[in-house]
C-alpha cells in the first residue's frame, strides 16, 4: 500500500481543491451559496438513501441493533466512562462537528437571510440539528451496526463507513462514500468560508483586504490538504473550542433580547398575523437592520 502522506496525492488534491476555492471565493457569495444548496441535498439525500437501503435489506436486524444501542447506552461501563467526563467530552466534541449547535458560526448564514422578524430564521435554523444529528448521524449508526463491520476493530472513522457499504453492496459502494464524503468536506470549506467573509466584510470594506483574504483562504485550503488527520482534528478541537467560549457568552448577554424576540412572534402568531419585527416591540433602539 503507498505511503499516503509521502506521495503527490495530497499535494495533487490540494492544487484541485486551490483553485476550485479561487474560482468559488472570488465568484462572490451567491455563487458560493448556489454550489451549496446544489451540492448539500444531493449529497444528503444520496447518504440517507444508501441508508435505508441498508435498513431495509436488514430489517430482521434492526430490534437487535436498537437493543444493542440502549444496553451499551446504559451499562456500568458507559455510566462510569460518562461520569470521569471522557466520554462527555469527545461527544461534545464531536457533536459540535455534527451541527455547530452553540458555536456561532451558523448565525452567519442565518443572517444573510431575508425574513421579516429574526424569530422565523431562528426556528427555521434549528431544523438543521434536527437533520444532522438525527437524520445523518443516525443513519451512520445503522449502516456501521447493520453491517457488522466494526466488530472487527480493524476499520475506524470513514474507512469503517466505506468497509460497512462495501460489505452490503459490493466494492463500487467505496466510491458513493468517497464522493459524498467529499462533498461533505467540500461544503464544509466553502461553507466555513462564507461566514469568514462575512466577517471580514463587517470588519473592512477595503477591496484589497477582502481580495488579500480571498488568496489566503484558498492558500489554507491547499495547506490543509496536506496535514495529517491527527494535527487536524487536534488544530480543530482547539479552535472551535475557543470559538464555543466566545460565543456562549454573547448567548448569555444577548439573551434577555432573544426571549423578547421570541416573545414578540408568538403573539402576533396568535393575532393570527405573519409576524414583522419592530425594533420599538422589544425596547431596542440601536439596531442597523431592523430599523422601524
Known amino acids: 500500500m503507498p505511503d499516503f502522506e509521502h506521495s503527490t496525492v495530497p499535494v495533487i488534491v490540494g ?3 486551490f483553485i476550485v476555492s479561487i474560482i468559488l471565493f472570488f465568484g462572490g457569495t451567491e455563487r458560493i451559496s448556489w454550489v451549496s444548496s446544489v451540492l448539500v441535498p444531493i449529497m444528503s439525500c444520496m447518504y440517507i438513501l444508501i441508508g435505508l437501503i441498508i435498513i431495509i435489506l436488514n430489517i430482521g436486524q434492526v430490534p437487535a441493533v436498537l437493543a444493542l444501542i440502549f444496553k451499551s447506552a446504559f451499562n456500568f461501563r458507559a455510566i ?18 455534527s451541527n455547530e449547535a452553540g458555536m ?10 431575508e425574513v421579516s422578524h429574526p424569530a422565523k430564521q431562528g426556528l427555521a435554523q434549528i431544523i438543521s440539528v434536527y437533520i444532522d444529528t438525527l437524520l ?7 449502516i456501521i451496526l447493520l453491517t457488522g463491520q466494526y466488530q472487527s476493530g480493524e476499520f475506524d472513522g470513514i474507512p469503517l463507513i466505506q468497509q460497512s457499504v462495501s460489505a452490503q453492496f459490493g466494492p463500487f459502494a467505496i466510491h458513493l462514500i468517497t464522493a459524498a464524503v ?19 466584510r463587517f470588519i473592512s470594506k477595503n477591496p484589497v483586504v477582502m481580495n488579500v483574504f480571498r488568496v489566503l483562504a484558498a492558500v489554507m485550503v491547499f495547506l490543509g490538504a496536506q496535514n ?7 488544530l480543530a478541537d482547539i479552535t472551535m473550542g475557543l470559538e464555543a467560549i466566545v ?3 454573547a448567548i448569555l448577554l444577548l439573551s434577555g433580547i432573544a426571549l423578547r424576540a ?6 402576533q402568531k396568535k393575532d393570527g398575523k405573519d409576524p414583522v419585527f419592530h425594533e420599538s416591540n422589544i425596547g431596542l433602539n440601536n439596531t442597523d437592520v431592523w430599523k422601524d
Do not use: H, Q
Open 182 to 200: 467529499c462533498m461533505f468536506a467540500f461544503t464544509s470549506i466553502i461553507g466555513n468560508y462564507f461566514y469568514a467573509e462575512s466577517n471580514i
Open 80 to 97: 462510569f466512562g460518562g461520569f470521569t467526563g471522557s466520554c462527555m467530552v469527545y461527544g461534545i466534541k464531536r457533536g459540535l462537528f
Open 247 to 249: 460565543n456562549i457568552i
Open 262 to 267: 421570541l416573545e414578540d412572534y408568538e403573539k
Open 228 to 234: 495529517n488527520m491527527s494535527v487536524a482534528w487536534s
Open 104 to 113: 456561532g458560526s451558523a448565525p452567519n448564514a442565518s443572517a444573510s437571510a
Open 15 to 17: 492544487i484541485i481543491l
Open 136 to 142: 445523518i448521524c443516525s443513519t451512520t449508526v445503522f
